[in-house]
């Protein structure tokens, strides 16, 4: 198969192309538009496998999007691309407007004259699979509630307003047109190539560097954690062994609190980082409470049990063996990390662009 993946030099984007260059032997179209959030270096490993094509585009460019849909003519669309940092979402909504729900929007109008134009064995195996958040339903009161696909939608920022909306164009697009969408809906994300700004490498990097660990109120709020690659995993299973027309709710079976996720992650710096900075005694001491976020969601949970019981999909990782896994990974590669922090990554832009598609054709 032909996949184009949007947004996939995110961090869940550029897991799936990983998974997808390293597991499988569909061509991969990496479509992403390289904001602050897009990292081609996480994709170095995979940029110069001959079935692998990147074409930096705004998914909002509807002319730009139809033009990658008639040059690669995929049969898959695994839309990943989007704004998805809550804070971020708090101070600048209108960037979560543009990208959630407009981008979602030309992407459907594009993949869906695309679609009607196919022959009929072609139109019947085309995917659009819309890959969401669990924060479109809000959060959880009682401690024995878990989001299942028929929670209603709640949600409580502005980036989970915009991820509601986009899945409510991708359901309203299947019943009005016909277009074949699957959706889905997942957990918390922890794991390598993470962007600093998110509590787990955020907490990593500042604590190697003798900083201090800033966590909401209390850290009382409950998150379920799923390593990315597990999801990358389902994702797959979702759009090829998925039915259409139906959502599957990924989780990583871990509730956990964010103190007690900032805890762990000092253990087992202690462990595999027992030289710490100047001044520094445990790396526990550098934990501080500050002033919670506006519309904080206190609690997460999903309920996974539909895409185990008709894909077989379960995660592999344990939040023991994923955080671990994901500390040492930041440990080995401090380069990646370094280039984030400083910005450099920004100026490298690495990949095999898309010209060389037009090469191989002829």
């Known amino acids: 198969m032909k996949i184009l993946v949007t947004g996939g030099a995110g961090f869940i984007g550029s897991a799936v192309i990983r998974h997808l260059v390293h597991n499988t032997d569909n061509l991969i179209i990496n479509l992403d538009k390289l904001t602050y959030a897009g990292n081609l270096e996480s994709l170095r490993n995979v940029s110069d496998n001959k079935r692998y094509f ?44 543009e990208t959630n729900i407009v981008g979602t929007y030309t992407l459907l109008e594009v993949a869906r004259c695309y679609w009607q134009c196919l022959d009929a ?25 878990l989001f299942s696909e028929i929670t209603p939608y709640a949600p409580s920022s502005p980036y989970s307003a ?13 019943r009005t047109y016909g277009l074949p969408t699957l959706l889905t809906n997942c957990s918390n994300n922890y794991g390598p190539y993470h962007f600093p700004e998110k509590l787990i490498p955020l ?42 027309g139906e959502t599957y709710n990924i989780g990583g ?11 762990t992650l000092c253990s087992i710096l202690e462990d595999l980082a027992p030289e710490k900075p100047t001044g ?6 550098l934990i501080v409470f500050v002033q919670d976020r506006p519309g904080h969601d206190m609690r997460y949970a999903i309920d996974a049990s539909k895409i185990k019981r008709e894909l077989g999909w379960k995660p592999l990782e344990t939040f023991e063996s994923g955080i671990r896994k994901t ?36």
């Not at 695994?78 to 708090?90: G, K, Q, T, Y």
């Not at 709020?221 to 998925?242: F, S």
């Not at 520094?280 to 001491?285: A, F, I, L, P, S």
């Open 54 to 97: 990147f074409e930096q585009a705004d998914i909002c460019d509807f002319a730009e999007v139809e033009r990658i849909f008639n040059k690669y003519q995929p049969d898959v669309v695994m839309h990943l691309a989007a704004e998805s940092h809550v804070d971020r979402s708090i101070d600048g909504p209108s960037a979560f407007i």
């Open 162 to 174: 915009s991820k509601a909306s986009s899945d409510h164009l991708v359901r309203a697009w299947r």
């Open 280 to 285: 520094v005694g445990k790396y526990e001491d």
């Open 253 to 263: 079976h871990n509730e956990i609190q964010n103190i007690e996720v900032v805890r």
């Open 203 to 244: 907490m990593i990097l500042n604590a190697l560097e003798g900083k201090l660990l800033p966590v909401y109120g209390k850290g009382d709020q409950v998150r379920d954690w799923l390593y990315v690659e597990d999801h990358a995993r389902a994702l797959y299973k979702v759009v090829t062994e998925g039915e259409i």
């Open 327 to 362: 500390v040492e990974w930041y440990l080995v590669n401090q380069d990646w990390c370094q280039h984030v922090q400083d910005g450099s990554y920004l100026r490298e832009r690495l990949g095999v662009c898309g010209d060389v598609y037009d090469k191989e054709r002829k």
């Open 121 to 145: 064995s072609r139109k019947k195996v085309f995917r659009f699979h819309h890959i969401s958040t669990d924060e479109v339903y809000g959060d959880l009161e009682r401690p024995e509630d």
